[in-house]
């Protein structure tokens, strides 16, 4: 049974940081990342890392968080962090952790585009920057 859990969301002024972590209870899997959904806007992939084949890590961002989010892995916990710096109101929405299998360490950015069909997903923790 594959379990996906978050923490450390919250409400942070604009240009400031928050730290999101995620844990996966259960088999490991190729890729983990974070996706966030605003309202009434399609869920969007932010970043992705490689978390299972291999010591060299190979994260990915979407354009809109490059150089401003960073994510990390914590492989013994199976976690994965996102930190987030300089945010902006944009960044405000429901982030989920989501898990894949299928893919290579090398193409997580390619799940991370295909929304990672097929991936197990948590709850959400909400983000809002004001």
């Known amino acids: 049974h594959v379990q996906l859990v978050e923490s450390g969301g919250g409400s942070v002024q604009a240009g400031g940081s928050l730290t999101l972590s995620c844990v996966l209870s259960?088999?490991?899997?190729?890729?983990m990342g974070w996706f966030r959904q605003a309202p009434g806007k399609e869920r969007e992939g932010v970043a992705a890392?490689?978390?299972?084949?291999?010591?060299?890590?190979?994260?990915a961002y979407s354009d809109s968080v490059k150089g401003r989010f960073n994510i990390s892995r914590d492989l013994a916990k199976q976690a994965v962090y996102l930190q987030m710096n300089s945010l902006e109101p944009e960044d405000t929405g429901m982030y989920f952790c989501?898990?894949?299998?299928?893919?290579?360490?090398?193409?997580?950015?390619?799940?991370?585009?295909?929304?990672?069909?097929?991936?197990?997903w948590g709850q959400g923790t909400q983000v809002t920057v004001s």
């Open positions: 989501a898990a894949v299998s299928g893919w290579g360490a090398i193409y997580c950015s390619g799940a991370l585009r295909q929304g990672f069909p097929s991936g197990y």
């Open positions: 259960g088999y490991k899997r190729d890729c």
């Open positions: 890392i490689n978390t299972f084949g291999g010591s060299k890590v190979h994260p």
